[in-house]
């Protein structure tokens, strides 16, 4: 029984128990509340990353803003100042060995006067009439380009020859009617704008198409206009003084030469 009294007196001062309950029970929550306070800020520290990443890609576009619109714009199909027909093609007969001719008509579709020019990758066998020239607003022209066909290698036809010669016409605002010159162009590079360029298409003589019908009329209108620009003015006669007589100056001298000669010769007698 004394044993049994002293073991009970001597246990409630055991820590052992104490210390059993004491540690996983009292110091959890700290553990816990540190835990959540990592977690907040971890929360916090990356949803400041997404805004602030927001933010940056914001900026960003703001700034790529401008480029974006400028490329957009260079992207842009430039207004033409000049309607062509045919559109982008040079018609030409096939005639190897000979010199052929096609035509183009240009027309100005603006409100101002428009200059345009020729230019062909191979200027020693292809010229153009005119070169150039200042249209007026509303004004068309018809342009003669003239080539030689070179005989073919391997017998090829028409529509199997593949010619490398290109043309292109450049158009260019200007300030009032005036005279063409190609310096404008070289003066004026920045407001130069490449209307087409052409790609040569060779027609068979011997079989008809619309294309060639087209080309012939466009031809016979091309030489009129310049028959019409050459030839000197045509006389209108003698010009006619009072009521309707018509009064030949030669024709008077020479009856008043007559006259004298007729006065003379009766003083002599």
């Not at 207004?79 to 018609?91: I, T």
């Not at 230019?119 to 150039?132: D, H, L, N, V």
């Amino acid at each position: 029984m004394m044993a049994i009294a002293e073991e009970r007196r001597s246990g409630p001062s055991d820590p052992k128990p104490w210390n059993l309950c004491r540690v996983p029970y009292w110091h959890a929550p700290p553990a816990a509340a540190s835990s959540n306070s990592a977690g907040g800020s971890t929360h916090s520290s990356s949803s400041s990353g997404h805004v602030a990443r927001q933010g940056g890609a914001h900026h960003g576009g703001g700034g790529g803003g401008g480029s974006v619109s400028s490329v957009a714009r260079s992207l842009l199909p430039t207004r033409r100042r000049l309607r062509l027909d045919p559109a982008n093609k040079l018609y030409f007969p096939y005639e190897p060995g000979k010199q052929v001719r096609s035509a183009i008509r240009i027309k100005n579709t603006t409100k101002s006067h428009v200059a345009f020019k020729f230019q062909t990758t191979e200027p020693k066998s292809c010229f153009m009439r005119p070169p150039g020239a200042v249209l007026s607003p509303g004004e068309s022209i018809i342009a003669t380009v003239f080539k030689f066909v070179e005989h073919p290698e391997n017998d090829e036809k028409p529509q199997d020859q593949k010619c490398k010669v290109k043309f292109k016409i450049m158009s260019l605002k200007v300030k009032g009617s005036m005279e063409y010159a190609s310096e404008l162009f070289d003066e004026q590079k920045e407001e130069v704008a490449v209307e087409q360029i052409l790609r040569v298409v060779f027609l068979d003589v011997h079989q008809p198409c619309p294309q060639l019908e087209k080309l012939k009329l466009q031809l016979a209108e091309a030489d009129a206009a310049l028959e019409a620009c050459t030839k000197p003015p045509e006389d209108v006669g003698p010009g006619i003084v009072g009521e309707g007589l018509v009064v030949d100056e030669w024709k008077e001298r020479r009856e008043r030469y007559l006259a004298r000669q007729q006065v003379e010769g009766v003083d002599s007698v």
